[in-house]
Protein backbone atom coordinates (compact mmCIF):
# COMPACT_ATOMS: atom_id res chain seq x y z
CA UNK A 1 0.00 0.00 0.00
CA UNK A 2 1.38 3.54 -1.05
CA UNK A 3 2.14 6.28 1.47
CA UNK A 4 2.49 9.49 1.13
CA UNK A 5 3.97 11.66 3.80
CA UNK A 6 4.07 15.88 3.64
CA UNK A 7 6.32 18.39 5.41
CA UNK A 8 8.02 21.71 5.54
CA UNK A 9 4.56 23.57 6.31
CA UNK A 10 4.69 25.98 8.76
CA UNK A 11 4.00 29.92 9.30
CA UNK A 12 5.04 32.67 7.43
CA UNK A 13 4.95 36.61 6.55
CA UNK A 14 4.06 37.39 3.03
CA UNK A 15 7.08 37.58 0.49
CA UNK A 16 8.18 34.82 2.65
CA UNK A 17 9.31 31.17 1.36
CA UNK A 18 8.56 27.97 2.05
CA UNK A 19 9.86 24.51 0.68
CA UNK A 20 7.73 21.03 1.21
CA UNK A 21 8.01 17.98 0.74
CA UNK A 22 6.71 14.57 0.26
CA UNK A 23 8.12 11.34 1.05
CA UNK A 24 6.77 8.52 -1.45
CA UNK A 25 6.73 4.88 0.15
CA UNK A 26 5.20 2.17 -1.45
CA UNK A 27 4.83 3.93 -4.68
CA UNK A 28 7.18 4.04 -7.62
CA UNK A 29 6.95 7.64 -7.72
CA UNK A 30 9.64 7.83 -10.60
CA UNK A 31 6.95 6.64 -13.08
CA UNK A 32 3.61 8.43 -11.53
CA UNK A 33 2.43 11.42 -12.31
CA UNK A 34 2.45 13.30 -8.63
CA UNK A 35 0.83 17.06 -7.88
CA UNK A 36 0.37 19.23 -4.97
CA UNK A 37 -3.42 20.67 -3.96
CA UNK A 38 -4.05 22.97 -1.22
CA UNK A 39 -7.49 23.36 0.49
CA UNK A 40 -8.61 26.77 2.75
CA UNK A 41 -11.38 26.34 5.16
CA UNK A 42 -14.85 26.29 3.67
CA UNK A 43 -13.24 25.69 -0.08
CA UNK A 44 -12.90 23.22 -2.56
CA UNK A 45 -9.84 21.38 -2.82
CA UNK A 46 -7.45 22.90 -5.98
CA UNK A 47 -4.58 21.83 -7.81
CA UNK A 48 -1.47 23.99 -6.95
CA UNK A 49 1.20 21.94 -9.42
CA UNK A 50 1.75 18.54 -11.03
CA UNK A 51 4.71 16.72 -12.59
CA UNK A 52 4.74 13.70 -14.89
CA UNK A 53 6.69 10.77 -14.92
CA UNK A 54 8.72 12.46 -17.57
CA UNK A 55 9.28 15.69 -16.04
CA UNK A 56 6.34 17.89 -17.75
CA UNK A 57 5.46 20.30 -15.35
CA UNK A 58 1.63 22.26 -14.93
CA UNK A 59 0.67 24.80 -12.27
CA UNK A 60 -2.46 26.61 -11.41
CA UNK A 61 -2.93 30.58 -12.78
CA UNK A 62 -2.63 31.79 -9.23
CA UNK A 63 1.23 30.34 -8.68
CA UNK A 64 2.78 30.78 -11.71
CA UNK A 65 6.11 32.15 -11.17
CA UNK A 66 6.05 31.88 -7.53
CA UNK A 67 5.56 28.13 -6.70
CA UNK A 68 8.29 25.30 -8.61
CA UNK A 69 7.12 21.84 -8.32
CA UNK A 70 10.37 19.20 -8.38
CA UNK A 71 10.75 15.58 -7.92
CA UNK A 72 13.99 13.76 -6.82
CA UNK A 73 13.38 9.92 -7.92
CA UNK A 74 16.13 8.44 -6.28
CA UNK A 75 14.80 9.75 -2.66
CA UNK A 76 11.28 9.48 -4.06
CA UNK A 77 10.35 12.55 -2.87
CA UNK A 78 8.22 15.69 -4.43
CA UNK A 79 8.81 18.99 -3.77
CA UNK A 80 7.11 22.21 -3.82
CA UNK A 81 8.98 25.46 -3.48
CA UNK A 82 6.69 28.57 -2.76
CA UNK A 83 8.58 31.83 -2.90
CA UNK A 84 6.53 35.29 -2.75
CA UNK A 85 3.67 33.71 -0.88
CA UNK A 86 0.66 35.68 -0.41
CA UNK A 87 -1.88 35.54 2.30
CA UNK A 88 -4.41 33.82 0.12
CA UNK A 89 -1.94 31.04 0.17
CA UNK A 90 -3.07 29.99 3.57
CA UNK A 91 -4.44 26.37 3.03
CA UNK A 92 -3.51 22.35 4.21
CA UNK A 93 -1.53 21.31 1.19
CA UNK A 94 -1.75 17.81 0.36
CA UNK A 95 0.67 15.90 -1.86
CA UNK A 96 -1.40 13.18 -3.99
CA UNK A 97 0.19 10.28 -6.68
CA UNK A 98 -2.03 8.77 -9.76
CA UNK A 99 -2.21 5.43 -9.74
CA UNK A 100 -2.22 4.20 -13.63
CA UNK A 101 0.21 5.88 -15.62
CA UNK A 102 -0.73 8.62 -17.55
CA UNK A 103 0.37 11.12 -20.12
CA UNK A 104 1.17 14.54 -19.10
CA UNK A 105 0.42 16.56 -15.88
CA UNK A 106 -2.77 17.42 -14.09
CA UNK A 107 -4.60 18.94 -11.59
CA UNK A 108 -8.05 17.41 -11.35
CA UNK A 109 -7.94 16.00 -7.48
CA UNK A 110 -10.23 13.18 -8.97
CA UNK A 111 -7.55 11.77 -11.00
CA UNK A 112 -5.74 10.93 -8.19
CA UNK A 113 -5.73 7.78 -5.96
CA UNK A 114 -2.77 8.44 -3.12
CA UNK A 115 -3.02 11.14 -1.07
CA UNK A 116 -0.73 12.25 2.12
CA UNK A 117 -2.23 13.92 5.43
CA UNK A 118 -1.18 17.04 4.53
CA UNK A 119 0.71 20.24 5.87
CA UNK A 120 -0.49 23.47 7.01
CA UNK A 121 1.22 26.33 5.57
CA UNK A 122 -0.53 29.93 7.22
CA UNK A 123 0.85 33.02 5.60
CA UNK A 124 0.38 36.69 7.12
CA UNK A 125 -0.06 39.98 5.84
Known amino acids: QGQLVESGGGSVQAGGSLRLSCAAS????????MGWFRQAPGKEREGVAA???????TYADSVKGRFTISKDNAKSTLYLQMNSLKPEDTAMYYC???????????????????WGQGTQVTVSS
Open 96 to 114: AAVMAWVRGPRLNPYEYNY
Open 26 to 33: GITSSSRC
Open 51 to 57: IDSGGST
